[in-house]
Nanobody
Framework: QVQLRESGGGLEQAGGSLRLSCEAS????????MGWFRQVPGKEREFVAA????????HYADSVKGRFTISRDNDQSTVYLQMNSLKPEDMAVYYC?????????????????WGQGTQVTVSS
């Protein structure tokens, strides 16, 4: 199985930027589609973005489209989430996740492996 570790969370002002990283270990990273999710207390975990195994296809939640960018470096076994124009409603614990698939279609992804999360705090 693959192990995931997020980093890069922290405190940022509204309108600012943060870049999250998720480093994978244990298996061949390029065999996995990767995703970012977020969760606030009392709410369900929600999808933020996903990227196919090759990086050729990306998907975004409407709430972050145009502000967030997901990317990956298969040589470094790392997926990134660049978050720009942060809003207070972006504040959450962010999780990365992996699915063993070469599919490009988001609806086929079944994320089975998860990191422990990193906190993003946005001050208004």
């Amino acid at each position: 199985q693959v192990q995931l570790r997020e980093s890069g969370g922290g405190l940022e002002q509204a309108g600012g930027s943060l870049r999250l990283s998720c480093e994978a270990s244990g298996r061949t990273f390029s065999n996995y589609a990767m995703g970012w999710f977020r969760q606030v207390p009392g709410k369900e975990r929600e999808f933020v973005a996903a990227i196919s195994w090759s990086g050729a296809t990306t998907h975004y939640a409407d709430s972050v489209k145009g502000r967030f960018t997901i990317s990956r470096d298969n040589d470094q076994s790392t997926v990134y989430l660049q978050m720009n124009s942060l809003k207070p409603e972006d504040m959450a614990v962010y999780y990365c996740a992996a699915d063993y698939t070469h599919s490009d279609y988001l609806e086929t992804y079944r994320f089975k492996w998860w990191g422990q999360g990193t906190q993003v705090t946005v001050s208004s």
